[in-house]
């Protein structure tokens, strides 16, 4: 159902592009790399909220997904240099690092026994030592001792380099990780897949055609996967329509990714330090155009300890239907880049506080996105008290 307040912003825009576009969302249309552009360019913020907080309610109502997860950083010893990073270390500095062993990971995991955790989120640095085979017997540990978890786990960056070390195929060395129990990717390590900015930024690392082909390797297995960009450093808007229109058409291929995660870049204590962030004003605009523009994609999500929970909260009017989770870890990867949560970990009662206080329907989901409850009429007494709940 479009709504007067919808109608009524699109009525008052001048611009005809704009006009056009507007009728195309409306109309369950497509619209183009250009009309993306053009929404970076000239949509104002009320009216790229109210197209964006419209397809977001006509896919999902009020509903706002949260899990209940936590998260392993296998290491910050890193063989990549990206100029971005505030959280590796090269490995000649792997003294200033941490390195943890399968048996110090699966103590980690241990920590979470009896209490219903959903997800465990792997992702970290590219650790020379860390190879293949010290992975799969890692993910055959963990499902040994908890096969109800859901494992995801490293970024294409990651798993290239496993792979060319193994000397596997990328779908021998995805088939060997999904047998030992991975069973979907994050969405990290995508930064901006456009060449002129990837060299500039991230340029020893694996690139948008390897990040692409791993993903769709695990489609292929049937796999689920995320999505990232990194915005709002040197990029210019064409550089983040390119870089979603390539999401858009492997996703046309193999439907096998989930959610659309934009992340802001943040400049403390890195090589691009100079650069200043993006305002709120950009971040919402990020959000949206992701939400007009991905229209194959099911879910958007706000990384709330990298956002900050009231930046967070206020995505929700911009096209945004997830917030990720309870998160719980030692997280440093955004708190080291100057962050806005320095202990990134909220209880299921404070995420439902969150989206409640945004007039939203909190309800918590799997990895896959299967419903498992629904909080928006539990009062928030009976979470704090509630272990199971909490």
Known sequence: MITAGVQGIIAEVADQELQTIAHKILNLERISFEDGVTLFEKGSLPYLGALANYVRERKHGNKTFFNRNFH???????????????????YAQRDEGWELSIEQMLHIVKKYDGIPVTEVHIVGGVHPKMNLQFFIDLMQAIKAHRPD???????????????????VTVEEGMKLLHDAGLQSLPGGGAEIFHPEIRTQICEDKVDANGWLHIHKAAHDLGMHSNATMLYGHIEQYWHRIDHMERLR????????????????????????????????????KMYAVARLYMDNFPHIKAYWPMLGRQNAQLTLSFGVNDIDGTIDDSTKIYAMAGSEEQIPT????????????????PVERDTLYNEIRDYSEMDLKEIEVNPLLN
């Open 72 to 90: 392993i950083e296998p290491t910050n010893v890193c063989v990549f240099s990206c100029k971005f990073c505030s959280y590796s270390r090269l």
């Open 249 to 284: 058409q492997l996703q046309d291929e193999t439907k096998g990714f989930n959610t659309f995660i934009p992340l802001k870049f943040r400049n403390k204590d890195n090589d691009m330090s100079n650069i200043p962030e993006s305002s709120i004003i950009e971040d919402m």
């Open 149 to 167: 978890l859901h494992v995801k786990g490293f970024t294409p960056v990651e798993l290239d380099y496993m792979f060319r070390k193994a000397k």
């Open 346 to 361: 909220m209880t299921t009662a404070q995420l439902v506080t969150l989206i409640k206080q945004a007039k939203r329907q």
